[in-house]
C-alpha cells in the first residue's frame, strides 16, 4: 500500500484537483493508495483571520466566509455533475452553516479559544476530502474516511500530541478490513479521546499521513507539492538549482531549512522509524522524477545541497571570568531554554573566552534580557561582559552524510567565500561532519548560496559578472567580440560571461540576468543617469561573486575608483594607462590592495593593445629572471604616422588617418606629445620590479610649443597644418641619412627615455610596419638576444581582444 499526500497548492481549485485525480488514478492501478489531503490552498489562513476578525467583533469575517463558500461551491461545480451536485452541495452548506454558526458565537462572546480555533481550522480539510472524494468517486471507485475516527491525540488543540497506540490500532483495523483501493482522508484534524475536534499543528497534513503510512508499514509515502522535490539550494535564490534526485532522511532534514519547505522534519518521524521511503513530487509536473527521501541512499556525492536560514542574530557571551569554570554553559542554556527560546547554533572556542549562539532575530531582546539578568552577578563583578547581539545575519551550511569521508571541503567552502569577499561571523561544524555551518552577513547571502552552489554542483560553469564602464571604440568593440563568443565560451572554456552593469559618461544600465548585448545602445539611451559613484554603489548592491569592473575610458577620474572596487574583492580589467602610470605609490596600493582582497587587478593593453607583453614579463620576473634593458616601439598610432608621413602627404592628414584607424588616444596630442609611450615604458619598468616615476622618464620632444600648448582637438589638428614644414623638416634629416622616423622607448638599467629617433636599415625596428609595437627585453636569461615581442600594438579590435584576455586571466 502507498500513502499519497496533497499538499494546498495540489488542490487549490478545480483545474488542479482534476491533476490530482488523473495522479491518483494513475497510482491506484498498482497500489492499494490512501489518499491525505489538505484543505484549499489558503484556506486555512482565511479560516483562522476570519475567527480573529469574529472574535474581536468585526463584521468583515462575514466577507471571508462568503469568499470562502463561494469559492467551494465553484470548485463543486467545476468537478461534479449537474445531477450529483445537489447531495454534495447540501452537505458543504451544512458545514459552512457549522462554521457560520461557531463565527457568530466567537462575534457574539469576543472571544476565541484554541479548542474553537481547531474547530473552525478543521473546516478546511473536511471540505476539501469530502468534495475531492466525491469528485474521484465519479471516475474510479473511491472511500472516505474522516480522519478523526481513527487518529486519536489530545486536547492540545492547536498542536495535539497523537497517541500511537490507540491510533495505529484504528488505522491497522480500518485498512485491513478496507477492500477499496483508493481511500480519501483529510489531513492535520483528529479527534481527543473525548470526541472532540483537534489539530496536529504545522505541518499537520504531512503528519497525517505519515502516521497512517507507518501504521500500515506502507511501501512509499509520497508527498505531493508544486516543486520537483528537495532542490540543491533554495531555488528562489540560486536559480542554477536542481532537484536532488535521492537523498537520506538526515540529509533532508538538515534541507529542509530553506525557503521552499518541502518537509517540515517533526511530521516525517513515524515513517523513519519504519525506514519507509518517502517520495516528493510534482502534482503540475508529475513525469518528473523527485526526490526519494531513505534512510540510506545510493548516491555518494559529499554534499547533497546547501540549506539556509534566514534573520539570525548572534549572541556572544564573553569574559576572563569564564575560563576553566564549569557550568556557565549550563546556565547560559538553560535560562535560554527556561524561557522557550530555540537556539539554532553554538560555537564555543577552545580558549574558553566566548560561547557564541545564534537564534532568531525576533528572540534576540529577549535572550539579552534573559542572558545579562542570568550572569548580573558575573557582569557586576567584570566577570563577564553584557551580551553583545549582531543582527541582520543568517546561516548558510553545507550539507552531506557522505562530507566526513572527503578532506578539504571546509577549505574549499571558505576560500571560495573569502575570495568573493564574504565575512564569516562564526562557524559550527558537529564531530558528525553531516552539516558545516557559518553565520554570514544576510546581504552576502545571495552571493555566498551561489558561489557556494557553483562551486560544489556547477563544477562545470563559472560565472563572470561584468560591470562595464566606457563604450567608445574599444568599448564597443569588446562588447561586440564578447556577444560574439558567448557559445564559445560557455562550451569550451565553461565561462558564463555577462555584462550586469553598463555605462557611457551620462547613463548606466544594470540587470542582474546579464544585458542583451546585441540591443544594448537602445538600453542604454534609455537607462538611468549615472555617476562614477552611483555606478560603483548599484555594482556593490548587486554583490555578485565573480565580479570585475572593466575600465574602457582614458578618463582620469575612472581610474581614481578601482580602489572602491578592489576593496570590495571586485576585479578590475583596465586599457585606461592613467592608474597604473600615477604616482608610484598609488600604482603599489593598487596592487597591495588587490592582493589584500584577492581581487585581480590587470592590465594587459596598457601596453602593446593585445600582445601578450605585460603577462610575459611577469612570467620572466615570476620565474626569477632580472630585466636590464628594455628597448621598444610602443606607438601604434606614431609607427602609423611615421610610416606613412613623406613629402607627398601632409602631417595633419596622417595623423588624422591614424585617428580614424582607432590607433589614436580620444586626445592625440597624448599620443603625439610621448606621453603614452612615457607611461608605457614606465609601467613596463615597474612590472619589472622598478621603482620609477613618469617625471623620471626623459622625453625628447618633437611636437612644437605651440602645438603642446593647444587645449582642445580642433586647435591640435590646426597647429599641426600650421607648423607642416617643420615636421617636413624633421622628415627630410632621417630619409637624407637612409633612415626611418620611429619613436622609441628605452630603459637601461634604471633610467627610461623616449624620443624620436633616426632608424637604419640593419636595425630590428627599421621594418616595422603599419601601427606595429616591437618590445626588446635584454634580461639575465637573453643577455646578447632579446625576447621579442611583436605585432599589432594598436586598433580597437586588438586592445578588445587583450581585455578579454584579461576577463579570462581574472578567473585563474
Ligand atoms: N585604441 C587603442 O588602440 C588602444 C586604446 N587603449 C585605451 O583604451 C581606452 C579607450 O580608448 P578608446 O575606446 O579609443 O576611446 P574613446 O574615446 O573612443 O572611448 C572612451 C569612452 O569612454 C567614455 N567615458 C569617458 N569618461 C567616462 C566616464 N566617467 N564614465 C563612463 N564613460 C566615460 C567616453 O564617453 C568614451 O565613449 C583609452 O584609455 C586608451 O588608452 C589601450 C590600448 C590600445
Ligand atoms: N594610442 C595608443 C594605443 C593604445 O595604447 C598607441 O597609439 O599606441
Known amino acids: 500500500m502507498k500513502v499519497l499526500k496533497f499538499g494546498g497548492s495540489s488542490v487549490a481549485n478545480s483545474e488542479n484537483i482534476k491533476k490530482v485525480l488523473a495522479i491518483v488514478e494513475k497510482t491506484s492501478k498498482t497500489s492499494k493508495i490512501a489518499v491525505v489531503v489538505s484543505a484549499f490552498g489558503k484556506t486555512t489562513n482565511a479560516l483562522i483571520e476570519g475567527a480573529h476578525l469574529a472574535a474581536t467583533k468585526n463584521e468583515a469575517y462575514k466577507t471571508v466566509l462568503e469568499k470562502l463558500e463561494a469559492h467551494h461551491f465553484?470548485?463543486?461545480?467545476?468537478?461534479?455533475?449537474?445531477?450529483?451536485?445537489?447531495?454534495?452541495?447540501?452537505?458543504?452548506?451544512?458545514?459552512?452553516?457549522?462554521?457560520?454558526?461557531?463565527?457568530?458565537?466567537?462575534?457574539?462572546?469576543?472571544?476565541?479559544?484554541?479548542?474553537?480555533?481547531?474547530?473552525?481550522?478543521?473546516?478546511?480539510?473536511?471540505?476539501?476530502?469530502y468534495i475531492i472524494a466525491k469528485a474521484a468517486n465519479i471516475s474510479f471507485e473511491t472511500g472516505y474516511k474522516d480522519s478523526r475516527e481513527i487518529i486519536i491525540a489530545s486536547n492540545n488543540y492547536l498542536n495535539a500530541t497523537v497517541n500511537f497506540a490507540e491510533t495505529n490500532k484504528n488505522i491497522t483495523a480500518y485498512f485491513s478490513g478496507n477492500q477499496k483501493k483508493v481511500t480519501l482522508l483529510p489531513g492535520f484534524v483528529a479527534k481527543t479521546s473525548e470526541g472532540k475536534t483537534t489539530t496536529l499543528g504545522r505541518g499537520g497534513s504531512d503528519y497525517t499521513a505519515a502516521i497512517i503510512a507507518a501504521a500500515v508499514n506502507a511501501d512509499e509515502l509520497q508527498i505531493w507539492t508544486d516543486v520537483s522535490g528537495m532542490f540543491t539550494a533554495n531555488p528562489s535564490v540560486v536559480k542554477q538549482a536542481f532537484p536532488i534526485p535521492h537523498i537520506s532522511y538526515h540529509e533532508a532534514m538538515e534541507l529542509s531549512h530553506f525557503g521552499a519547505k518541502v518537509i517540515y522534519p517533526p511530521t516525517i518521524q513515524p515513517v523513519l522509524k519504519k525506514e519507509i521511503s518517502i517520495r516528493i513530487k510534482n502534482t503540475f509536473k508529475p513525469e518528473e522524477e523527485g526526490t526519494l527521501i531513505a534512510k540510506e541512499t545510493s548516491n555518494k556525492k559529499p554534499v547533497k545541497g546547501i540549506s539556509h536560514i534566514e534573520n539570525i542574530t548572534l549572541i556572544t557571551l564573553e569574559g576572563s571570568g569564564m575560563v576553566g569554570i564549569p557550568g556557565f554553559s549550563k546556565r547560559l542554556f538553560e535560562a535560554i531554554s527556561f524561557h522557550n527560546i530555540n537556539i539554532i547554533l553554538i560555537t564555543q572556542a577552545s580558549s574558553e573566552l566566548s560561547i557564541c549562539i545564534g537564534i532568531a532575530d525576533e528572540d534576540a531582546q529577549k535572550a539579552k534580557a534573559v542572558i545579562d539578568e542570568t550572569f548580573e552577578f558575573e557582569i557586576e563583578k567584570q566577570k563577564v561582559n553584557p551580551v553583545k547581539l549582531e543582527q541582520d545575519l543568517c546561516i548558510i551550511a553545507l550539507v552531506g552524510d557522505n562530507m566526513k569521508n572527503h578532506q578539504g571541503l571546509s577549505g574549499q567552502m571558505f576560500s571560495s567565500l573569502g575570495k568573493n569577499n564574504v565575512n564569516i561571523r562564526a562557524i559550527a561544524q558537529g564531530s558528525t561532519e553531516k552539516n558545516i555551518s557559518a553565520v554570514i552577513n544576510k546581504n552576502d547571502a545571495k552571493k555566498a548560496l551561489n558561489t557556494l552552489h557553483e562551486q560544489f554542483f556547477e563544477e562545470k560553469?563559472?560565472?563572470?559578472?561584468?560591470?562595464?564602464?566606457?563604450?567608445?571604440?574599444?568599448?564597443?568593440?569588446?562588447?561586440?567580440?564578447?556577444?560574439?563568443?558567448?557559445?564559445?565560451?560557455?562550451?569550451?572554456?565553461?565561462?558564463?560571461?555577462?555584462?550586469?552593469?553598463?555605462?557611457?559618461?551620462?547613463?548606466?544600465?544594470?540587470?542582474?540576468?546579464?544585458?542583451?548585448?546585441?540591443?544594448?545602445?537602445?538600453?542604454?539611451?534609455?537607462?538611468?543617469?549615472?555617476?562614477?559613484?552611483?555606478?560603483?554603489?548599484?555594482?556593490?548592491?548587486?554583490?555578485?561573486?565573480?565580479?570585475?569592473?572593466?575600465?574602457?575610458?582614458?578618463?582620469?577620474?575612472?581610474?581614481?575608483?578601482?580602489?572602491?572596487?578592489?576593496?570590495?574583492?571586485?576585479?578590475?580589467?583596465?586599457?585606461?594607462?592613467?592608474?597604473?602610470?600615477?604616482?608610484?605609490?598609488?600604482?603599489?596600493?593598487?596592487?597591495?590592495?588587490?592582493?589584500?582582497?584577492?581581487?585581480?587587478?590587470?592590465?594587459?593593453?596598457?601596453?602593446?593593445?593585445?600582445?601578450?607583453?605585460?603577462?610575459?614579463?611577469?612570467?620572466?620576473?615570476?620565474?626569477?629572471?632580472?630585466?636590464?634593458?628594455?628597448?621598444?616601439?610602443?606607438?601604434?598610432?606614431?609607427?602609423?604616422?611615421?610610416?606613412?608621413?613623406?613629402?607627398?602627404?601632409?602631417?595633419?592628414?596622417?595623423?588624422?588617418?591614424?585617428?580614424?584607424?582607432?590607433?589614436?588616444?580620444?586626445?592625440?596630442?597624448?599620443?603625439?606629445?610621448?606621453?603614452?609611450?612615457?607611461?608605457?615604458?614606465?609601467?613596463?619598468?615597474?612590472?619589472?620590479?622598478?621603482?620609477?616615476?613618469?617625471?623620471?622618464?626623459?622625453?625628447?620632444?618633437?611636437?612644437?610649443?605651440?602645438?603642446?600648448?593647444?587645449?582642445?582637438?580642433?586647435?591640435?589638428?590646426?597647429?599641426?597644418?600650421?607648423?607642416?614644414?617643420?615636421?617636413?623638416?624633421?622628415?627630410?634629416?632621417?630619409?637624407?641619412?637612409?633612415?626611418?622616423?620611429?619613436?622609441?622607448?628605452?630603459?637601461?638599467?634604471?633610467?627610461?627615455?623616449?624620443?624620436?629617433?633616426?632608424?637604419?636599415?640593419?636595425?630590428?625596428?627599421?621594418?616595422?610596419?603599419?601601427?606595429?609595437?616591437?618590445?626588446?627585453?635584454?634580461?639575465?636569461?637573453?643577455?646578447?638576444?632579446?625576447?621579442?615581442?611583436?605585432?599589432?600594438?594598436?586598433?580597437?579590435?586588438?586592445?578588445?581582444?587583450?581585455?578579454?584576455?584579461?576577463?579570462?586571466?581574472?578567473?585563474?
Open 74 to 129: 465553484n470548485v463543486i461545480k467545476d468537478l461534479i455533475s449537474l445531477e450529483n451536485q445537489p447531495e454534495i452541495l447540501n452537505h458543504a452548506k451544512e458545514l459552512f452553516h457549522q462554521l457560520a454558526t461557531i463565527y457568530e458565537g466567537c462575534y457574539l462572546l469576543e472571544e476565541l479559544t484554541p479548542k474553537t480555533l481547531a474547530t473552525i481550522s478543521s473546516f478546511g480539510e473536511l471540505l476539501s476530502s
Open 461 to 812: 560553469i563559472k560565472q563572470i559578472n561584468l560591470f562595464v564602464t566606457g563604450v567608445g571604440n574599444v568599448g564597443e568593440r569588446f562588447l561586440a567580440q564578447l556577444e560574439q563568443q558567448k557559445k564559445h565560451l560557455k562550451k569550451h572554456l565553461k565561462l558564463n560571461v555577462r555584462v550586469i552593469g553598463l555605462s557611457n559618461s551620462r547613463k548606466m544600465i544594470f540587470n542582474e540576468k546579464g544585458i542583451d548585448l546585441k540591443n544594448w545602445k537602445a538600453l542604454l539611451e534609455n537607462g538611468e543617469s549615472t555617476s562614477l559613484e552611483r555606478f560603483f554603489n548599484k555594482t556593490k548592491q548587486c554583490n555578485l561573486r565573480n565580479s570585475v569592473f572593466v575600465d574602457n575610458t582614458a578618463n582620469q577620474a575612472v581610474s581614481e575608483v578601482y580602489e572602491n572596487y578592489l576593496r570590495q574583492s571586485i576585479g578590475v580589467v583596465t586599457c585606461n594607462k592613467i592608474a597604473c602610470a600615477s604616482l608610484l605609490e598609488n600604482y603599489k596600493t593598487l596592487k597591495a590592495i588587490s592582493r589584500k582582497y584577492n581581487a585581480p587587478f590587470l592590465f594587459e593593453t596598457n601596453v602593446g593593445a593585445g600582445l601578450p607583453i605585460i603577462d610575459t614579463l611577469k612570467n620572466l620576473i615570476n620565474s626569477g629572471d632580472r630585466v636590464h634593458k628594455i628597448q621598444a616601439v610602443l606607438s601604434g598610432s606614431l609607427n602609423f604616422v611615421f610610416n606613412n608621413f613623406n613629402k607627398n602627404t601632409t602631417f595633419h592628414d596622417v595623423v588624422a588617418q591614424a585617428q580614424k584607424e582607432g590607433y589614436t588616444e580620444p586626445d592625440p596630442k597624448i599620443d603625439l606629445s610621448g606621453v603614452d609611450v612615457a607611461r608605457k615604458i614606465l609601467i613596463l619598468a615597474r612590472e619589472s620590479g622598478y621603482d620609477l616615476e613618469l617625471s623620471d622618464i626623459s622625453k625628447n620632444a618633437f611636437l612644437p610649443e605651440e602645438s603642446l600648448k593647444t587645449k582642445n582637438n580642433d586647435d591640435f589638428y590646426a597647429s599641426l597644418t600650421k607648423n607642416e614644414a617643420h615636421f617636413q623638416q624633421i622628415f627630410k634629416e632621417a630619409n637624407d641619412k637612409n633612415c626611418r622616423l620611429k619613436y622609441v622607448a628605452e630603459f637601461i638599467d634604471g633610467k627610461a627615455n623616449v624620443g624620436l629617433q633616426h632608424i637604419p636599415a640593419e636595425h630590428p625596428f627599421y621594418n616595422l610596419e603599419g601601427s606595429d609595437n616591437i618590445v626588446l627585453f635584454f634580461t639575465d636569461r637573453y643577455p646578447e638576444n632579446p625576447l621579442i615581442i611583436k605585432g599589432a600594438g594598436a586598433g580597437a579590435d586588438v586592445t578588445a581582444s587583450g581585455i578579454f584576455a584579461d576577463i579570462i586571466r581574472t578567473t585563474k
